[in-house]
Every structure is written in structure tokens, then in C-alpha cells.
């Protein structure tokens, strides 16, 4: 008599539906899984718009079917197939995260987590800038004021280093350090908890040195806010701020679209039109596939002047 209602109580724990709080539950179990301060912000965003989507949609279950509908309606949306792709890997992984708390069916979460990704076709361009574009964009700000400074001391790192954003907000005096006899970023935690040393040109060094003083900073964040009387306040800024600052020297010097994340680019391909070797720039940008920085050099095969033209072993002429 008493296995009636515990079977009763087996059968329901399997949910198919999910309402909102079961949902934010299994998000924020997904974002607890995440060290990366990229990948949270990026599965953050990718959860909210799919949990949106699906509680304004009339549903029977969270399934295979219902997110293969999502994934319809991503590509209705002329997104790009990484971008669908992302979005669809933060479905999967809010289901296993939902079954494994038990507030979905694991069969359910397996269906799921089958949906397959979109295609991509062809190569996605980068935004590159030349050495001339990035020149003008460090100077863009105004030397004379303190927020103009700042910003100079900051876009020469971003472009000379290739910081990522969350890197460079959280940099502190004590990071900048000599490496046998060169100024170098030591031991910057990267993306996925990478920690790399990261060399600093001494001209970026002597904007950085400008900034500090002028700021009076001699402890803790590098960057920090600048208020309309013109004093550094507070203890850091946001990535965010650093989004802005970038957008607003590039449109001062007549460019479009440029995000910080091409500084970075910018940064490899410029190393690389230098003469810097590949395994260097890998070091540099902290990319744990070597693959990764090829892709950020957007290099193009040439033929008519081959690199194995001339490699010593032709016959003289």
C-alpha cells in the first residue's frame, strides 16, 4: 500500500516542464560550473535570451523538439552560425545541468543535448586595423587632461599587448614587473585560468607612467575612474567603460566599427608583419592552441613569392 504513493512521487520528480525558477535554478548552476569571466558573461547572455524565448512560447515540455525550433529561430535571426552554435551549447548545457539537479527527465536532457549545430560555411573576416590606424587610435585621446591619459596609457596596452578587456581592468601595479631587463605583466591570469607573463613595450610603459602620476595612483587597480573635476576615484572601472573608450577614439579618428577584442588582433597581426615568430605571439596573446593564433593573424597563402622559393637547397644560378 505504501509504494503506490512513492511511485507516484518517482513519476513526477521526472519533470518535462520547467518553469521560471526551476530554470533560474539551472542557470545559475551552469554559471557555478564557469571559471572563465568570458564564458559566464557569454552563457549568461545565451541563457537569458533562451529562457525568454521559451516562456513566451506556447509548450508542452523542454525537448529536442522545442529546441530544435529555438535553433529555426536563431537562424530566422540571421545570426551567425558560431554565434547559434554558442547559444545552442548554453541550451545543452542548462538541460544537463536541469537533470543533473533533477528538475528535468535525463531522457529528455539526452535528446537535447543531440541537437546538432548549424554549419559554417566559408571563413568569418576579422577586423584588422594597420599600423597607421593604430598609431592614430592610442594618440586619439587628449594628452592635456587626465581622462585622455588614461585612455592613451590604455589603448597603447591593448593594441602593444593584446589584453583581453577583464585582463586589463583588473591589472594592479604589482602585475608590472622587470623580466631580464624588460617590463612585463607577470603572472596574468588569462582566460580559462591561464597564467602567462606578458612583455610591455617601454613605450607603453612611459604612457603608463604618465597616467599613474598625473592620477597619484602608487597601489592597487592600474585603471580607474576619472570624475568631471578631473581626479582618478574609486578602486577600478568596468569592462564595460573600456568597451566605450575604445569606441569612442576609433569614431574620433574616423572608424566605424572597431571592438576591443580587434585591438587584440591587431596586436598578432602587427607582431607577425614585424618578423615576430608564431610560438612567440602564442606566448604573447596566452592562446593555449597554436591554432588560435593563426586564426588572429588572418594570414593568406602566397604563391607567386612561396616561403619555399628560396630555402637554400636550389641549385645556384
Not at 587584440?264 to 593555449?288: D, K, M, N, P, Y
Request: aromatic share 4%; charged share 25%.
Amino acid at each position: 500500500m505504501k509504494q503506490k504513493p512513492n511511485s507516484r512521487r518517482k513519476r513526477s520528480s521526472n519533470k518535462c516542464i520547467l518553469r521560471l525558477p526551476d530554470l533560474e535554478h539551472a542557470k545559475a548552476a551552469v554559471l557555478n560550473s564557469l571559471n572563465s569571466t568570458d564564458a559566464k558573461r557569454g552563457y549568461r547572455h545565451a541563457i537569458e535570451e533562451f529562457v525568454d524565448w521559451y516562456c513566451s512560447e506556447p509548450r508542452l515540455a523542454l525537448n529536442r523538439i522545442v529546441v530544435l525550433r529555438c535553433r529555426s529561430h536563431l537562424e530566422s535571426r540571421q545570426l551567425a552560425p558560431g554565434t547559434i552554435n554558442l547559444r545552442l551549447g548554453a541550451v545543452r548545457r542548462l538541460a544537463y545541468e536541469a537533470a543533473d539537479c533533477g528538475l528535468l527527465s535525463a531522457d529528455l536532457a539526452a535528446g537535447i543535448r543531440r541537437v546538432k549545430g548549424v554549419k559554417k560555411l566559408g571563413v568569418r573576416l576579422g577586423n584588422w586595423l594597420t599600423a597607421e590606424q593604430g598609431q592614430a587610435l592610442w594618440q586619439a585621446p587628449d594628452a592635456q587632461r587626465l581622462k585622455g591619459k588614461r585612455d592613451r596609457a590604455l589603448l597603447a596596452l591593448l593594441l602593444a599587448c593584446g589584453l583581453r578587456r577583464h585582463e586589463a581592468v583588473a591589472l594592479t601595479l604589482h602585475h608590472l614587473q622587470q623580466r631580464e631587463e624588460h617590463w612585463a605583466i607577470v603572472d596574468l591570469m588569462g582566460k580559462g585560468g591561464h597564467v602567462r607573463t606578458v612583455p610591455v613595450p617601454d613605450w607603453v610603459r612611459s604612457e603608463l607612467d604618465k597616467w599613474l602620476a598625473a592620477a597619484g595612483i602608487d597601489g592597487g587597480r592600474l585603471f580607474r575612474r576619472v570624475n568631471k573635476i578631473e581626479r582618478a576615484w574609486g578602486d577600478g572601472m568596468t569592462e564595460k567603460a573600456v568597451w566605450h573608450i575604445v569606441k569612442e577614439s576609433a569614431r574620433s579618428i574616423g572608424l566605424a566599427k572597431v571592438a576591443p577584442h580587434d585591438l587584440r588582433r591587431t596586436c598578432a597581426r602587427l607582431c607577425h608583419a614585424s618578423g615576430g615568430e608564431l610560438e612567440q605571439i602564442q606566448f604573447l596573446l596566452g592562446h593555449v592552441s597554436v591554432q588560435t593564433t593563426e586564426r588572429y593573424l588572418g594570414c593568406k597563402q602566397r604563391i607567386r613569392s612561396a616561403v619555399n622559393d628560396r630555402i637554400g637547397i636550389e641549385p645556384n644560378p
